[in-house]
């Protein structure tokens, strides 16, 4: 009884598979496609607001992809599909091109800060293409932001790492996103030239029920501020949680208590998208 139910589940987890691979495959077709036509990717922008005075200082670029079978499509769906491929490279190489546009259109010169997936980086082509892109867009370097979230392949390339510098050198900032859910590796930070690094949503989230999660906010805060980085607390959704990452030292906020992802990143409305987190 108990060998043909594992038979089954065994049966049945391998036929998963097969149908997840085709999925994974139609979806890149479906993205591509989406890419070459440039229909159907959507750039979002959430503010990023100085604690201290409220103000948005950079605005983060979240792509959307409409597609007219699937409706909206989260990127935790899709940028995990397109890493696989060179659709990273496409797709990171469209969101930097229509963000910088999108940047040089608001009038209080926020930043605009753009994920760019490890996978990509290490690849050694990001760099004369973002020279690229600015010099054609005409946005001053200073006013662009790159994210890249923390994971092994940052602190295992040292071509990663090689990039990130260059970047620095021609005034573009750089980013640490989702810090303390990966390698968290403090020693390693001091090797990349990181002007900020943004606390996972998810100590935000567990922050008022869980003390030890204000601490590590805390003590992540403090260690920014030691080494002379702005520190981004991700997915404050209340004003109690917005309270509690001013007291604990973060200069900067992130979440839909200040203004949730936008098709108009000015105002930062509430939008389509919020179903999708
Ligand atoms: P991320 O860079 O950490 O972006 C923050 C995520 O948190 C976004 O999810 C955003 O919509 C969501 N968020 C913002 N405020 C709140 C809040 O108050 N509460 C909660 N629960 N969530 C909030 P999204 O847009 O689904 O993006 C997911 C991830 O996909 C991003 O995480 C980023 O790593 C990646 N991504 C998005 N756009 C791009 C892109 O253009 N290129 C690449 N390579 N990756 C992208
Ligand atoms: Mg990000
Ligand atoms: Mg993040
Ligand atoms: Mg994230």
Redesign the pocket.
Known sequence: EAKRAGKGRVCFFSEDLVTQAWEQVRISKKLRSALINEEELF??F?PIVELKTGRAVSR?????WNNPLRGWV???EF?PI??QSDL?EL??DF?LEK?CLAALSWQDGARVA????AR?LGRNTLVPKVAFILRKTSLPPDRLEI?V?ETAELHLLDRVMEDLHALRRMGVHITL??FGTGFSSLSQIRFFPFGKI?I??SFV?DAMERPECAAVIGAIASIGQRLGLRVVA????TQAQHDLVTAEGCSEG????YG??SADGRYGAPCL?GG??
């Open positions: 750039l979002f959430q983060e670029t979240l792509v959307r989260s990127p935790a940028i397109a890493e990273i797709l990171d969101v963000a753009v994920n760019i997936s990509h994210e979230t996103d989702d943004k996972d949503s989230r991700e997915g404050v959704e992130q979440g839909y208590f949730a992802p998208s999708l987190d």
